[in-house]
């Protein structure tokens, strides 16, 4: 389904729905009954038998769905309590039909009381909203969170911009469940609404996905067969068949994040990999990994020959920012050879004036994407697709916004995200394998977007399966290496 494929962002939602009624002849009530509907389906799925239910309504298309929301929970005998926080003047066309509607059932509405459902529903604002939420909504809001009830959040919780995903208000509603209507919501699959949503389940509302085509959307990883697994290699090959990656860093007391990125690249299927290290690592990582190809770097220089016969070159991992970390960059950036960019790497290169070679990668985390573009990490939060454009305009590059709902962009647009939000990711050394997984993958696609992709997929997925192995806090980076299954 088309709505599935991609998320969009609140914008691009009103537009489908705007195609969807003014073009395609679906009536908005028509819309809206099908949104409660869904929503109704769902909270019963989870909670299948409240005593009561209570829905918190503003003035707005929200507080539509939220009325006839709750003329379908009266119709199946559920108490319902409507909690009327906006203007009622204010509501217009398919909200006041819906207001009208349940008035007829003989449901009223409430003011100020106690929330006293068993499931309390966020039925306050909806995609448009822009700017400070201010009271009553605000306190509306605060009572939701402090009701300590399950909560559904209609399209998403009250206080998240559907645009960007940033907080409106301090506390957005914290949901436990969010039906989204139309489209999959950016907002809600990257960056720190995702802590807010709880499960979203979406619903495209029965649209035609000829309204989809017309709106662009941002596409899921992964976007093609060839962002999924690597290709499979044929009986005759060998390893020069599959590239030669340089993995360099390491810095004095910081071996091991360029051991996780030279074993996450071995793994991943590159047929050679070098490691350019400090000379107090060489030896400990050759008996850990006796696969490596491992160099001792006294002062920061790196062999000529083998930077010419790497195809790829991941820098970053443990490197450090004092001086010998300065000449190995120096050195690499001169190669001309294209480039995996992480770590101290992005700090050194944000402080310097280095411009990378064509065909590079960085994968910033959000402290790092924001020393890249002179900000905040909270600027960088509060807009992610935003950041991305940003960042991969100013570096020319392919480039990826780690955290949750992972981005990727080139050269300045948005090309997909991750909707895998992984929390045993949240461990050291995660990056550093993530690194190794995008440097192998580029070694043998020679394609660094479809390498990204894919390795992004791959590092979100081995995450998936190491906690299931290892139930959440006791996954380690080690553990996403051991359950890579690119060929799979």
């Not at 819906?98 to 309390?120: F, N, Y």
């Not at 909806?126 to 201010?134: I, K, N, P």
């Not at 004092?322 to 790497?345: F, K, R, T």
């Amino acid at each position: 389904m088309a709505s599935l494929e991609h998320v969009f962002t609140g914008t691009e939602c009103r537009e489908i729905d705007r195609i969807a009624i003014e073009e395609l002849g679906i009536s908005g009530y028509r819309l809206m009954y099908r949104a409660a509907s869904f929503a109704m389906a769902e909270l019963l799925k989870r909670w299948p038998q409240p005593k009561s239910v209570s829905i918190v309504c503003g003035s707005g298309n929200n507080a539509g769905d939220g009325y006839l929301l709750a003329g379908a929970l009266h119709s199946r005998q559920i108490p319902v309590q409507i909690v009327q926080v906006g203007d009622v003047d204010r509501l217009r066309g398919d909200a006041k039909q819906a207001l009208e509607s349940i008035t007829k059932l003989g449901l009223t509405l409430t003011r100020g009381q106690e929330i006293l459902g068993d499931v309390v529903v966020d039925a306050l604002l909806g995609t448009g909203t822009r700017g400070e939420v201010r009271p009553p909504i605000a306190e509306a809001i605060e009572r939701i969170n402090a009701s300590e009830k399950p909560v559904v959040a209609l399209d998403l919780p009250s206080g998240v911009d559907a645009d960007t995903g940033g907080f409106l208000i301090q506390e957005p509603v914290r949901a436990d469940l969010t039906t989204c209507f139309v489209g999959r919501k950016l907002a809600l699959l990257t960056g720190k609404a995702c802590n807010v949503a709880g499960e979203v389940v979406t619903s495209s509302l029965e649209i035609q996905s000829e309204a989809f085509q017309r709106v662009a959307g941002l596409p899921v990883l992964p976007t093609n067969d060839a962002e999924r697994a690597l290709p499979k290699r044929q009986p005759s090959s060998h390893k020069r068949h599959f590239g030669h990656a340089l993995i360099v860093g390491g810095n004095r007391g910081m071996g091991g994040a360029v051991l996780l990125t030279g074993e996450a690249c071995l793994r991943t299927g590159a047929g050679l990999v070098s490691v350019v290290t400090h000379p107090d690592h060489a030896g400990n990582l050759l008996s850990r990994r006796p696969e490596l190809m491992i160099r001792g770097s006294v002062e920061g220089e790196i062999d000529e020959s083998l930077l010419a016969q790497a195809d790829v070159i991941a820098i970053g991992p443990g490197l450090g920012v004092d001086e010998w970390a300065h000449q190995l960059m120096a050195n690499v950036y001169e190669s001309g050879n294209p480039l995996v960019v992480d770590a101290d790497a992005l700090n050194l290169h944000a402080k310097s004036s280095y411009v990378l070679p064509p065909g590079s990668v960085v994968t910033p985390h959000p402290g790092e994407a924001a020393r890249l573009l002179d900000t905040t990490t909270v600027a960088i939060e509060d807009d992610r697709l935003d950041a991305i454009k940003q960042l991969t305009t100013r570096l020319q590059a392919v480039g990826v916004l780690k955290g949750a709902g992972s981005l990727i962009g080139n050269n300045g647009e948005a090309y997909a995200i991750c909707d895998i939000a992984e929390p045993a990711l949240s461990t050291a050394g995660s990056g550093d394998v993530l690194t190794g997984i995008v440097t192998a993958a580029y070694a043998q696609l020679r394609d660094p977007l479809c390498a990204t992709a894919l390795g992004v997929f791959l590092h979100a997925s081995a995450g998936q399966r190491a906690r299931s192995h290892a139930e959440g806090r006791g996954v380690i980076a080690g553990d996403l290496i051991d359950a890579l299954r690119p060929w799979g």
